[in-house]
């Protein structure tokens, strides 16, 4: 005997929004045909994770200073030498539009 339900994507969905994390974790696995593990996120990598993303925002903090600095140095050469801002007359140019 088989049994057939027909689902709306939005019943899916709605379905989907009401499982827990585990849960769609576990959903995930079996659509993807990954094998399911018992400890679904391991507590030991909770602080490796807050960890990365703790030394990601610290890197993209040095690279925005640097840039800026970068920037700053520069502002004098696009100011006063037309090649360097010879092109800045497109700018308004749609290039993209079909005519």
Same mark, same amino acid.
């Given at each position: 005997m088989?049994?057939?339900v027909?689902l709306?994507?939005d019943?899916i969905?709605d379905?989907?929004?009401?499982?827990?994390?585990?849960?769609?974790?576990?959903?995930f696995?079996?659509?993807?045909?990954?094998?399911?593990s018992?400890?679904?996120?391991?507590k030991?990598?909770v602080?490796?994770?807050? /960890?990365q993303?703790?030394?990601?925002?610290?890197a993209r903090a #040095? *690279?925005?200073?640097e840039? %800026?600095?970068? $920037? /700053?140095?520069?502002?004098?050469?696009y100011?006063?030498d037309? #090649? *360097?801002?010879?092109?800045? %007359?497109?700018? $308004?140019e749609d290039?993209?539009?079909?005519?």
């Open positions: 088989t049994l057939t027909e709306t994507l019943q969905a379905a989907i929004r009401r499982l827990t994390p585990d849960e769609r974790v576990m959903l696995r079996l659509i993807t045909n990954q094998p399911p018992e400890q679904l996120v391991p030991r990598a602080p490796q994770v807050t /960890e993303k703790s030394d990601y925002v610290t #040095e *690279l925005d200073r840039l %800026a600095i970068a $920037a /700053e140095a520069l502002l004098p050469d100011l006063n037309k #090649e *360097l801002t010879a092109f800045t %007359a497109l700018d $308004a290039f993209y539009a079909e005519k």
